[in-house]
């Protein structure tokens, strides 16, 4: 069974940074583009970040430009997101999302990790 | 950036009855080298992860009730849910991954009338 399991999210403080984690499991995690999305409370869903299969291309939306950076393990079998200078508009579940192939949708989706930016 | 707009903002129908989302796209979402529309819907509930629904603006994912259908090309697609059932209320987005920034609609809450 494929699975996606995000950890790592918690409350901190603006300005300050978080890495989530997602673990991977499954599939042959080596072989897919993986993805970032968040969904602010009661909002709609907004995309992160891409990546490719070995790591080589990033595609990232403007608002998280030089702030966020996405990475992965591939023999770990993990995706990552360093999340830096923290906003309180970040607040938001952060999901990852295996990407089938090359400009596709994205399934499945792991159960998300929440992220609180608060004084 | 190409802008996804679903209508309504949110929809009551009757079990049984249809359900019609629409999405509008702000650019055409169909490439033309290989004639297909890059939109997937998902169904969101309460308290759970975006579901995938349909991919290819009509291509129904395995293990997902044939009463859900898309169809749609360029920029105007919908998802119609035939015969609603109890386990359909949910919150629907469709998603366009033409180019990047991968965008989603703002999202249509399905509620029983």
């Known amino acids: 069974e494929v699975q996606l399991v995000e950890s790592g999210g918690g409350l901190v403080q603006p300005g300050g940074s978080l890495r989530l984690s997602c673990a991977a499991s499954?599939?042959?995690?080596?072989?897919?583009?993986m993805t970032w999305v968040r969904q602010a409370p009661g909002k709609g869903l907004e995309w992160m970040a891409n990546?490719?299969?070995?790591?080589?291309?990033?595609y990232y939306v403007d608002s998280v430009k030089g702030r966020f950076t996405i990475s992965r393990d591939n023999a770990k079998n993990s995706l990552y997101l360093q999340m830096n200078s923290l906003r309180v508009e970040d607040t938001a579940v952060y999901y990852c999302?295996?990407?089938?192939?090359?400009?596709?949708?994205?399934?499945?989706w792991g159960q998300g990790t929440l992220v609180t930016v608060s004084s | 950036d190409i802008v996804m707009t679903q209508s309504p903002d949110s929809l009551a129908v009757s079990l049984g009855e249809r359900a019609t989302i629409n999405c509008k796209s702000s650019?055409?979402?169909?490439?033309?080298?290989?004639?297909?529309?890059?939109l997937a819907w998902y169904q969101q509930k309460p308290g759970q992860p975006p579901k995938l629904l349909i991919y290819?603006?009509?291509t129904r994912e395995s293990g997902v009730p044939d009463r859900f259908s898309g169809s749609g090309s360029g920029t105007d697609f919908t998802l119609t849910i035939t015969s609603l059932q109890a386990e359909d209320v949910a919150v629907y987005y469709c998603?366009?991954?033409?180019?990047?920034?991968?965008?989603f609609g703002q999202g249509t809450r399905l509620e029983t009338k």
């Open positions: 998603q366009q991954y033409y180019t990047s920034p991968i965008t």
């Open positions: 990546i490719k299969e070995d790591g080589s291309e990033k």
């Open positions: 650019q055409s979402l169909l490439y033309t080298s290989n004639n297909m529309n890059y």
């Open positions: 999302a295996r990407v089938p192939s090359t400009n596709s949708w994205f399934d499945p």
């Open positions: 290819w603006a009509s």
């Open positions: 499954g599939f042959r995690f080596s072989r897919y583009w």
